[in-house]
């Protein structure tokens, strides 16, 4: 798999692959659980009021009433995938994946990955999860 430094998720050749194969999902819950932690990362650098959004919703007055940061999209995916929810994912949210990784890149001799206190336990978790199919 390659180091928890190292993300990708645009190696994956088809796109409409069975996401409910017990590996697959794994391999994407682990690569949004470092995505997430990523993100955790860059903000705790850069103030969390600074992460981006994934939605806005904004009333006639051009108010927001409603917004999704980049973190809770990437926690409610996460979420989806530990929860064996169904998976309606194209090619585009792959390549969403891959530029939130490349944005919230951080310096490693500032924030290392391991010094984030929810990656550890929540990875520890995924590795005795049963992934087999019900």
């Known amino acids: 798999m390659g180091s ?6 645009n190696h994956f050749d088809d796109f409409k692959m069975n996401t409910k194969t017990p590996t697959t ?3 994407i819950a682990q690569k949004l659980l470092r995505l997430r932690s ?3 990362d860059w903000a705790s650098l850069n103030g969390y009021e600074n992460i981006g959004n994934q939605n806005i919703r ?3 007055d051009d108010n927001i009433v409603w917004k999704r940061s980049d973190w809770e999209f990437v926690d409610d995916m996460y979420s989806i995938v530990i929860n064996k929810g169904e998976i ?3 090619k585009d949210t792959y390549h ?3 530029d939130l990784w490349n944005y919230y890149k951080t310096d ?9 206190p929810n990656l550890e336990p929540e990875w520890e978790q995924l590795q005795q999860m049963k992934w087999e199919d019900d």
Do not use: C, L
Not at 4 to 9: A, E, L, R, V
């Open 96 to 98: 969403q994946f891959n």
């Open 88 to 90: 309606h994912w194209s």
């Open 38 to 40: 990523r993100i955790e």
């Open 58 to 60: 904004r009333d006639a």
């Open 4 to 9: 928890k430094n190292n993300i990708t998720f």
């Open 108 to 116: 490693v001799t500032v924030v290392r990955p391991e010094d984030n």
């Open 25 to 27: 999902r794994k391999m």
